[in-house]
Every structure is written in C-alpha cells, then in structure tokens.
C-alpha cells in the first residue's frame, strides 16, 4: 500500500520502524491515522496511506480474524488496496502465479511489443501478459520486466545501447527506422 506512486527505496526506509511500532496486524488495527502519520510522512499521499493502513487492518481483524486474505476478490474489498497491490500479495507474499502491472511492466511491456497499443490500463496489460506467459512464471516475468524498466529500459532515456531485447524490441526496431 505504501508503494503506490512512490519509491521502494522511500518505502523501504519507512517500514522498519513502522513494522517495530505494530508488528502485528492487532497493533496496526488499534492504531488511529494519527498514530501511523509519523512514520509514513514521507511517502506520497501519507494522509491517505495512514488511514487506509488502519482501516485495512481493522477490516482484516474483523472480517479474516486477523490473517491477510489470499484471494483477489478479497484483498481488493480491503480500504488502499487496488489490484497492483492485490497482486503483489499474491506472487510475493503467498508464491502465487500473478502479474502485478506497475509504471515499470507497463511501459516495458508497450515498449517491447509485448501489448497492443489498444491496452491503455494496468488491467488491460494484465491480461495481455498473462496470455503469453505460462502461468507459473507470471510472478517471474513480472519481477524481469519490473527490473528491465528499473535499470535498463528505463523511462527518460531507455539504455538500447546494453539492451538485450533489441532483436525483439519493437521501440528499437522503429527508432533503428526514424
């Protein structure tokens, strides 16, 4: 939840002394917004997050009895919680076979030629790209298109130079033509 529109590297400098102050679900769902605001004012939108941090967690603690759910449906009935966010729970935190579609996949994935132009949503690519890949590398494939767009196909000035995709990249082939 934390992650949205912003960095991991921001993400990741928050949560320690987050996760220390509520390590559990519990501690998380009898917190107010008020208490969970000073240890996220530095992401994006941390009005927002600290109140959907605690309204989540209150919901988990009365409708799951306290255990994040592992379905779909169920994570995106939880306050912050959109399908990209579903989605990494699902690959990351439970190993399941899911394609989260964040800015990095879907600009590889329109750069490449992986997804028609038509695909114009995160949910539209999704479902591109779980046509292609065999369902039990979707969390892979999301992890190498992420880190592809992080590091090389990156969205300023994409690295073609040390790209090994150019054979297979339609950006590439139509720069290579203008």
Not at 153 to 169: E, F, H, Q
Request: charged share 20%; proline share 7%; hydrophobic share 40%.
């Amino acid at each position: 939840m934390l992650s949205a529109q912003c960095t991991d590297r921001r993400v990741n400098m928050v949560t320690p002394a987050l996760f220390e102050a509520y390590p559990t679900i519990r501690d998380m769902s009898s917190a107010t917004p008020g208490d969970i605001l000073p240890f996220v004012k530095s992401v994006s939108y941390p009005n927002a997050k600290a109140g959907h941090l605690v309204a989540m967690a209150k919901q988990v603690v009365e409708r799951f009895d306290g255990r994040i759910p592992d379905d779909m449906d169920e994570l995106v009935s939880l306050p912050g919680v959109g399908r990209k966010t579903a989605n990494v729970m699902l690959a990351v935190a439970f190993g399941g076979n899911a394609m989260p579609v964040d800015t990095h996949v879907f600009r590889v994935s329109h750069r490449i030629g992986l997804v028609p132009a038509r695909c114009t949503t995160p949910l539209s690519v999704e479902k591109e790209l779980v046509k292609y890949f065999p369902n039990d590398t979707l969390s892979l494939a999301h992890h190498w298109l992420l880190l592809h767009g992080r590091y090389v196909c990156t969205a300023r000035s994409p690295k073609c130079g040390s790209c090994g995709l150019t054979d297979v990249c339609r950006h590439f082939r139509e720069k290579d033509r203008g």
